[in-house]
């Protein structure tokens, strides 16, 4: 029985528009739009954790998708763990900063998509579309 030794095989996978956003935000920090990468960043991370509710089956109520919300029934769901969760909050400080317009430094931007990245390549329960189409990688 494959279906009985594999709960996830008839599991919805969502699709998830966080690395779209994760390269318009590269792109204008290499444009030196710091600002424009940090709410791009915040945005890619709320999609992210939107579609990893989703795949869990545990996405709050309309006004409660926050992100830091999301992230703490992400955290009490056990779909992320205490170390992912730490990172993920200091992305959603940062984008929050830029989107107010504080200064923080591009390398740190910098460094932040790249972990978000990474942590898209290790959640393969979601469905990432690429310029090419659906699946695949940037």
Do not use: W
Not at 25 to 36: N, P
Not at 51 to 66: E, H, S
Request: glycine fraction near 6%.
């Amino acid at each position: 029985m494959v279906a009985l030794a594999s709960p996830d095989l008839f599991k919805f996978r969502p699709v998830c528009l966080s690395r779209l956003y994760l390269y318009r935000a590269h792109s204008a920090l290499e444009r030196g739009d710091t600002i424009a990468a940090g709410c791009l960043l915040r945005e890619a991370v709320t999609r992210y954790l939107t579609a990893l509710c989703q795949y869990g089956d545990c996405l709050p109520r309309k006004r409660d998708r926050t992100p830091a919300n999301m992230l703490r029934v992400l955290r009490e769901a056990h779909q992320l763990g205490d170390d992912d969760c730490e990172a993920i909050r200091m992305v959603i400080d940062v984008g929050n900063k830029l989107a107010h317009c504080k200064a923080v430094r591009p390398s740190r931007v910098e460094y932040y998509i790249h972990y978000l990245n990474e942590l898209c390549d290790a959640t393969p329960e979601l469905v990432y579309p690429t310029r090419e189409g659906i699946g695949g990688t940037l």
